[in-house]
């Protein structure tokens, strides 16, 4: 079965991922030290890290870096960063991560995003969950996937992207 684990701070929006890609092998983490924890417990053997670039949580280190640690360590990692902020918010050291991670080989979601086009990225980095078979797969586990958690999860997003903008 194919792994992915998620770096990401917000619980609504852990739950979001965990309803659109349950067709795959899920860990978790919300803090840098927790998905470097988690990497290593599971012998490096992942297929797929999403992780949210700015993490409010933890020592200050950001979803970037976390990437660029699991790379060196797993060269054939498919990496998926998210973020509410433009990349030309981003600060430097997060920006010279991301070259040295070669902005090529990483997808970049900005937030909010589509449980659609979350899985149309993963389905494009890691293919389809093992056992998922036909084109329709996504589109049935977003009819019944999408209503329970993405709706739960739209206003909160909406509401914590405006509180970090106007902060």
């Not at 902005?103 to 449980?115: M, N």
């Amino acid at each position: 079965m194919k792994t992915i684990l998620i770096l990401e701070d917000e619980p609504a929006l852990m739950a979001l991922f965990r309803a659109v890609l349950s067709g795959y092998t899920i860990l978790e983490a919300s803090t840098a030290e927790e998905a470097l924890r988690v990497f290593l417990e599971h012998d490096r053997k992942l297929d797929l890290l999403i992780a949210d670039v700015v993490l409010r949580v933890g020592s200050g280190i950001s979803g970037i870096h976390v990437a660029l640690l699991l790379r060196e360590a797993n060269s054939n990692l498919s990496i998926l960063l998210t973020s509410g902020y433009p990349r030309s918010l981003w600060n430097d050291p997060d920006g010279a991560d991301l070259k040295r991670l070669g902005s090529d080989s990483v997808a970049i979601l900005q937030k909010p995003f589509s449980p659609a086009t979350l899985l149309r990225h993963v389905h494009g980095s890691i293919g389809p969950p093992s056992g998922a078979t036909g084109a329709g797969f996504g589109a049935k586990l977003l009819r019944l996937r999408y209503n329970r958690a993405a709706a739960r999860t739209a206003g909160f997003l909406r509401e914590r992207l405006q509180n970090r903008r106007g902060a």
